[in-house]
C-alpha cells in the first residue's frame, strides 16, 4: 500500500514542482490574448472556464488507454507504476503543457501545422498525413473497444441480446454528432460531469479495496517485486513496457487533442493546471488502474489468466462488480465506458480540423464540417471491421512516434527561442530509442532483429535526431511572426 500511495504522491509533488518550472521556462504572458477570445467563432473557439476545459482535456485525453494499458502494464509488475509516475511527470505532462500552449501560441493551430512552423516543411506534409492516420486509428479503436464493453454488459446484466455491431451504429452515429455541432454543445455541457464522475468512480474503485476484506492493495508484493520483471509471458521490459502503457505515461494522440481546448482556453495562466495537470490526472487513473489490476487478482499470475481469457475488459468488468457489487459495479463500468467514447469523438473532431487547415476551409458552415467529417467515417467505418488486436498493436507504435514528433518540435521551439530545451530534449532522447528499438526488435511489427542490435540502432537513430533538431534547426531563429 505504501508503494502504491507514494507513487500517488510523487505525481501530485511533480504538477506542484515540476510542472510549475516548465511553466517558468515556457514563459506564459497572462496579459496575451488567447484564440478563445481574437478567433471566437461559436463553433471551435469558444471561451470556457479553467475547471470546464481542465475536465473536458482529462476525457479528451483520457480514452481506454489509461485503464487498458496500465492493465496489461501490471503484467511486468509494480515496476509498471515507475514508469507511469516518472514518465507522466518528466515527460507526458511535459509533452501534453507544450503541445496546448503551442497551439495557443499559433492560434489553436493543429498539431500538423505547429510541427510544420518548427521543424520546416517536411515534417508538417509528414505529420498531415500521419495524424490524420493516427487520429483514424484511435477513433476505430475508440468505437470497438467501448461498443465490445456495453454488448457484454447488457447481455450478461439484462434479458437483452444485442450484438456488437449493433452498439458499434450506435456509437457512430453518437460521433457524427459529436464532431459537427459546436463545441458548447454537447463537448463542453455533459463532459465535465463525466469527468467528474470518472475521478469519482476511480476513487471509489481503490477505497473499496482498500476497505475490502477479501483483497490487499498491493499486499502480495515485496519491495524486491518493485524493480523486476514479472511477466509470466516471458515479455521484456524494455523496450515494450514503453509501448503498452501509453496513454498514462506519455501519448502523442493528447498532442493532437489538445488544440481543441487551446481554443477554448481564456487565459494562458491557466496552462500548466489545464494541459499538464489533465496528464497528472490520467497518470493518477493510470495508477489506480494498475493496482487495482495487480491487488485484485493477488498476482501477476491470476491477471496473465483473466486477460487471456477476456482482454483487458474482462478485467474491467471483473474489479468493478467485483468490488462495488451489481450496482455500484455498473456505474464503474460505465465510467470506465464514457472514456474511449468520450475520446473517439474528439479523435474525429480533430480529424475535421487538421483536414480544413491543410484545405483552408473555414468550419463556421455545418456544410463544411459535414464535407470535411463525412471520408473520414467511411474510412472509419471500413477499419471497423479489422481485428482490434491489428489495429491495437499499429495504434501503440503510431501514437508513441507522434509525441516524438511533437517533443521534437518543443525542443526545436525552446533552442530557437533560446530557452532551455533540455526539459524535452532528454525525454526526445528516451522515446525515440523506444520507439526505433520497438519497430527494429518486434516480430509483429518490425524487423525482428536482436535486442541489442536494435537498442544500439535506437540510440544512434536518437543522437542522430538529437543533433539535427538542436544543433541545426536550433541554431535558426524563429518565424518572423512567433513569440518566444
Known amino acids: 500500500m505504501l508503494w502504491f500511495f507514494s507513487c500517488i504522491a510523487l505525481l501530485i509533488g511533480g504538477y506542484f514542482m515540476y510542472g510549475t518550472f516548465v511553466e517558468k521556462v515556457f514563459g506564459i504572458k497572462a496579459s496575451r490574448q488567447t484564440p478563445a477570445h481574437t478567433r471566437t467563432d461559436g463553433v471551435d473557439y469558444v471561451p470556457m472556464s479553467k475547471k470546464k476545459v481542465y475536465l473536458v482535456q482529462l476525457l479528451n485525453i483520457a480514452g481506454v488507454g489509461p485503464i487498458f494499458g496500465p492493465i ?20 507526458g505532462a511535459v509533452h501534453d503543457y507544450f503541445s496546448g500552449m503551442l497551439s495557443v501560441r499559433n492560434g489553436g493551430a493543429s498539431v500538423p501545422t505547429i510541427v510544420g512552423r518548427y521543424l520546416g516543411a517536411p515534417a508538417k506534409h509528414f505529420m498531415n498525413l500521419f495524424a490524420i492516420v493516427l487520429l483514424l486509428l484511435v477513433g476505430v479503436v475508440f468505437v470497438s ?81 518493485m524493480l523486476s520483471n514479472m511477466n509470466p509471458n516471458d515479455m521484456p521490459l524494455w523496450p515494450a513496457l514503453f509501448i503498452t502503457i501509453a496513454c498514462g505515461a506519455i501519448s502523442g494522440f493528447h498532442a493532437t487533442q489538445s488544440p481543441l481546448m487551446a481554443r477554448c482556453m481564456e487565459n494562458e495562466q491557466n496552462g500548466r493546471f489545464v494541459f499538464y495537470g489533465a496528464m497528472i490526472g490520467e497518470g493518477v487513473i493510470a495508477l489506480i488502474w494498475c493496482g487495482l489490476a495487480l491487488s485484485f487478482f493477488g498476482n501477476v499470475d491470476n491477471l496473465a489468466e483473466a486477460v487471456a481469457n477476456g482482454g483487458p475488459g474482462k478485467v474491467v468488468y471483473d474489479a468493478s462488480f467485483g468490488l462495488l457489487g451489481v450496482f455500484g459495479g455498473v456505474l464503474a463500468f460505465l465510467g470506465v465506458v464514457i472514456l474511449p467514447i468520450t475520446s473517439g469523438d474528439t479523435a474525429f473532431r480533430s480529424s475535421r480540423l487538421i483536414l480544413a487547415e491543410y484545405f483552408g476551409m473555414s468550419q463556421v458552415k455545418i456544410t463544411n464540417r459535414l464535407l470535411m467529417a463525412a471520408p473520414l467515417f467511411i474510412i472509419g467505418a471500413i477499419l471497423t471491421q479489422v481485428d482490434f488486436g491489428i489495429i491495437w498493436r499499429y495504434f501503440g507504435f503510431a501514437n508513441q512516434l507522434t509525441a516524438v514528433m511533437m517533443l521534437w518540435t518543443a525542443t526545436a521551439y525552446l533552442a530557437r527561442a533560446d530557452k532551455l530545451h533540455w526539459i524535452t530534449t532528454v525525454p526526445a532522447l528516451f522515446m525515440t530509442t523506444v520507439i526505433t528499438t520497438f519497430i527494429l526488435s518486434s516480430a509483429k511489427l518490425g524487423f525482428g532483429l536482436p535486442i541489442e542490435i536494435s537498442t544500439a540502432c535506437g540510440v544512434v537513430t536518437a543522437s542522430v535526431a538529437a543533433w539535427l533538431v538542436v544543433g541545426v534547426i536550433g541554431k535558426q531563429p524563429l518565424p518572423a511572426d512567433a513569440e518566444a
Open 145 to 225: 473497444a467501448p461498443a465490445g464493453m456495453l454488448t457484454n454488459l447488457i447481455n450478461t446484466q439484462t434479458d437483452l441480446a444485442v450484438g456488437s455491431l449493433t452498439m458499434v451504429g450506435i456509437i457512430f452515429s453518437y460521433y457524427v454528432v459529436a464532431t459537427i455541432v459546436p463545441v458548447d454543445k454537447i463537448i463542453g455541457r455533459f463532459y465535465p460531469l463525466f469527468g467528474a464522475l470518472l475521478i469519482f468512480m476511480s476513487v471509489g474503485l481503490i477505497v473499496a479495496l482498500i476497505a475490502s476484506p477479501e483483497h490487499q492493495l498491493m499486499g502480495e508484493f515485496t519491495p524486491a517485486d
Open 72 to 91: 496489461m502494464g501490471a503484467l511486468y509488475g509494480p515496476a509498471a507504476m515507475l514508469w507511469i509516475v516518472f514518465g507522466c511527470i518528466f515527460a
